[in-house]
């Protein structure tokens, strides 16, 4: 995709369609049942964005990942106006060896926009914003696998969990790994920062200092977070993506329905 | 609440009973049910590590890809030998940053050995790890000793986002 976006115009952002200024467009994704895989856009898709999609051992592994790029590129090309198919992705320098292998972005628009993407099991999630952003999307975690991964966690973080109930485990454990990541996406090292080192827990004020961590509601199978670079958002919309706007034909509708944009206090 | 409106505006994130209602949008895995009862995997024999150190790099190689298949099929519930070491990137299988801490923690438990979290979730494939594993196993003289393939599978531009 690297390639083919130098060939391209740098994309100029409709002001109409761009989230505020201190805006937050959140975006949530379902995958389509497999009986209606074949209708998904999949020409919009670049060549290794279909490999990929084909490469998954689960079929419906593949299907969200394909829903949730089509999503993307739609969306993204909504928000730019451009086509979603030439939407212009590059890949930010890596911040520990400065190789173009970093955050996944677009060309330098001007306003600048950036924008997340997570998918886990079904569910897609997008942040865009004109400040740098992370998502994160994960279906809740068995119980086995929350004992064995609560001892890489931040101390703060493994005394919520082990001050839990039984219950209560799997979705502590979803929020605060939820937070993380979206963080460590936002941060741009990803999982090569040591997932201890920071706390993520459920006192704010602990948190990173300088970033907003949001907890979105997913469902009950599902939890999802986002990290904002900045004090919190003055407008932040969550909103499902039809499924319509997936398939040949169809098309993303930036314009909030039946209420107007607003804050919503999904911390947590 | 209107469930066919398309883009609209969630504006009851703070009421758990929303998802509730919204019935359709949570059933992510319906057909997944209907494949059948999830499989339940074998309990899982790490080799010795005094074994693993006596053998040869091949031998090694070879005991260390039965491990990893047993602790893939834990973590993902799929048969050992269903799982394509070679062909398919650890995401591909069904590797995400959760199940991939499980596997690195498990990993660096029976093997006594540090595991990158990043470098196996960008490895090219489980070969990829095996074979880095039965280097970093090996006697302190190995040629294999530190190998560092998944070093260059994070580093390397995935293309895809």
Redesign the interface.
């Known amino acids: 995709?690297?390639g083919r976006a130098a060939l391209l115009a740098e994309p100029e952002p409709r002001a109409d369609a761009l989230p505020a200024q201190d805006g937050l467009d959140v975006?949530?994704v379902?995958?389509p049942?497999?009986d209606r895989a074949a209708d998904l856009e999949m020409d919009e898709l670049?060549e290794?964005?279909r490999k990929?999609a084909a490469?998954?051992?689960?079929p419906?592994?593949g299907i969200t990942y394909a829903s949730a790029?089509i999503a993307?590129r739609r969306l993204l090309g909504a928000y730019l106006g451009m086509a979603a198919a030439d939407v212009p992705?590059v890949?930010e320098p890596?911040p520990g060896?400065r190789?173009?292998?970093g955050r996944?972005a677009v060309t330098h628009p001007d306003p600048p926009l950036h924008f997340s993407?997570a998918h886990?099991?079904?569910?897609a999630a997008i942040a865009v914003s004109k400040t740098v952003v992370g998502i994160?999307v994960?279906r809740l975690?068995r119980d086995e696998?929350v004992e064995?991964?609560t001892?890489?966690l931040h101390p703060g973080e493994r005394r919520e969990l082990e001050d839990a109930g039984t219950e209560e485990r799997r979705e502590i454990f979803g929020r605060v790994?939820t937070r993380k990541?979206a963080y460590l996406k936002a941060l741009g090292t990803?999982?090569?920062r040591d997932?201890a080192e920071d706390y993520l827990g459920a006192e704010a004020h602990r948190r990173p200092a300088g970033w907003t961590l949001l907890d979105?509601?997913?469902?009950?199978?599902?939890n999802a977070a986002v990290a904002v670079l900045g004090d919190r958002p003055g407008h932040i919309?969550?909103?499902?993506?039809?499924g319509?706007?997936l398939y040949a034909g169809g098309t993303?509708?930036?314009?909030?329905?039946?209420?107007?944009?607003?804050a919503?206090?999904?911390g947590a | 609440m209107?469930k066919t409106?398309?883009?609209?505006?969630?504006?009851e994130?703070?009421d758990?009973a929303?998802?509730?209602d919204?019935e359709d949008?949570?059933d992510?895995?319906d057909?997944?049910l209907d494949l059948g009862a999830e499989y339940d995997p074998p309990e899982v024999e790490p080799p010795s590590l005094a074994v693993l150190a006596a053998c040869t790099f091949e031998e090694r190689t070879c005991l260390i890809d039965t491990y990893v298949r047993q602790e893939l099929s834990r973590?993902l519930r799929?048969p050992p030998h269903e799982i394509?070491t070679v062909?398919?990137?650890m995401n591909?299988?069904?590797i995400?940053?959760?199940?991939?801490?499980?596997l690195q923690?498990?990993m660096e438990a029976a093997l006594q050995v540090g595991v990158?979290?990043?470098r196996l979730?960008r490895a090219n494939s489980a070969a990829e790890l095996i074979d880095c594993l039965a280097g970093q196993l090996g006697p302190e003289d190995s040629p294999h000793k530190h190998g560092d393939s998944l070093h260059a599978a994070?580093?390397?531009?995935?293309?895809?986002?």
Request: glycine share 8%; proline share 10%.
């Open positions: 995709m690297t975006w949530l379902r995958r049942h497999p670049s290794a964005e990929r490469t998954f051992v689960r419906t592994d790029h993307l992705f890949r890596c060896c190789e173009p292998h996944p993407l886990s099991h079904g569910m994160d994960e975690p696998t064995v991964c001892p890489a790994w990541e990803g999982l090569s997932p979105i509601p997913a469902g009950p199978r599902h919309t969550v909103r499902r993506l039809p319509e706007a993303v509708d930036l314009r909030p329905q039946g209420a107007a944009d607003h919503t206090d999904s | 209107d409106a398309g883009s609209r505006v969630l504006d994130l703070d758990p929303y998802f509730e919204f949008f949570d992510f895995d057909w997944d973590v799929v394509d062909g398919r990137p591909s299988l069904g995400g940053s959760i199940n991939g801490l499980e923690r498990r990158d979290l990043q979730l994070a580093h390397a531009a995935p293309g895809v986002l």
